[in-house]
């Protein structure tokens, strides 16, 4: 479908084509502002999820965050080395470890949380306040449990 014009698409009056396209270009966007910090949107989730939920044992962790298993062991290393989280074996099964955040990795957080704002603002460039205000009460409406 390259070079296709969105709007020339079979789908481009459909909301779920033009929601998907919306969701690519966040995504582009985020990454592309959390690679200027030699940040991942993959650490992101990481540490969000230890900042919100808690610590946890690897294995529930990528489960949580939906993240293969052997996947969250290698960005866990990346994660330890830069001292974001901390891993230590569990005292009720010694066989598991149990991943936290540090206060470094909530100060990187809390930047790549920035970054993510930052991406969002681009995204919504085109937007007034109140169409914001109005997209964003529309998708969580799509969205609610």
């Known amino acids: 479908m390259s070079g296709v014009k969105p709007s020339q698409h079979r789908l481009g009056d459909r909301v779920v084509w033009q929601l998907g396209r919306a969701s690519q270009q966040s995504q582009r966007l985020i990454r592309q502002h959390l690679a200027a910090a030699d940040a991942k949107s993959q650490h992101y989730h990481v540490l969000a999820s230890l900042a919100?939920?808690?610590?946890?044992?690897?294995?529930?962790?990528?489960?949580?965050?939906?993240?293969?298993?052997?996947?969250?062991?290698?960005?866990?290393?990346?994660?330890?080395?830069?001292?974001?989280?901390?891993?230590?074996?569990?005292?009720?099964?010694?066989?598991?470890?149990i991943v936290g955040i540090t206060g470094k990795g909530e100060k990187a957080l809390a930047e790549m949380d920035k970054l993510i704002f930052a991406a969002e603002a681009d995204l919504l460039e085109p937007l007034n306040q109140a169409d914001r205000r109005t997209l964003l009460r529309l998708l969580g409406r799509l969205v609610e449990d």
């Open 52 to 97: 919100d939920d808690g610590e946890a044992a690897q294995a529930p962790l990528a489960d949580r965050i939906a993240f293969d298993r052997s996947d969250l062991v290698t960005l866990l290393d990346e994660l330890e080395q830069f001292g974001y989280v901390l891993r230590r074996t569990d005292p009720a099964d010694r066989r598991r470890n």
